[in-house]
């Protein structure tokens, strides 16, 4: 049985989804085109299995869907609306203040 979520609690989820850099990728990578996790795991450069937990997460999260295609099954986000969401996101540039050490990312 599936539920339909709305208002805070689908922040709530996407917050749990961004706050992993590895699900961030996929999602970001999902963004543009469904893709298979074999695929995907080797895109981004991680393992099968964590590449496999990290879908998990996002399914349970409700962000994204398993579509069967005979032996296999594609990945792909829920809603068109998400994948427009995560680029404006992608979009926003931040002021981060580099005396706060427990948010800040080097790599960015």
């Known amino acids: 049985m599936l539920l339909t979520l709305t208002s805070t609690s689908v ?3 996407v917050g749990t989804a961004l706050s992993d ?3 961030v990728r996929i999602l970001v990578a999902l963004r543009d085109s469904p893709a298979y996790p ?5 895109a981004l450069g991680v393992s099968r299995q964590s590449l496999s937990n990290h879908l998990s ?4 999260c409700g962000l994204v869907v398993s579509v069967p295609e005979g032996r296999r099954s594609r990945y792909e986000l ?5 994948g427009h ?3 404006d996101l992608l979009g926003i540039v ?3 203040d580099p ?3 427990g948010h800040a990312h080097p790599t960015d």
């Open 11 to 13: 922040l709530e989820r």
């Open 21 to 23: 850099p590895t699900r």
């Open 38 to 42: 074999s695929d995907l795991a080797d």
């Open 57 to 60: 997460c996002l399914r349970g």
């Open 78 to 82: 829920v809603d068109p609306k998400l």
């Open 85 to 87: 969401a995560l680029t």
């Open 94 to 96: 931040l002021a981060v």
């Open 99 to 101: 005396g706060h050490e």
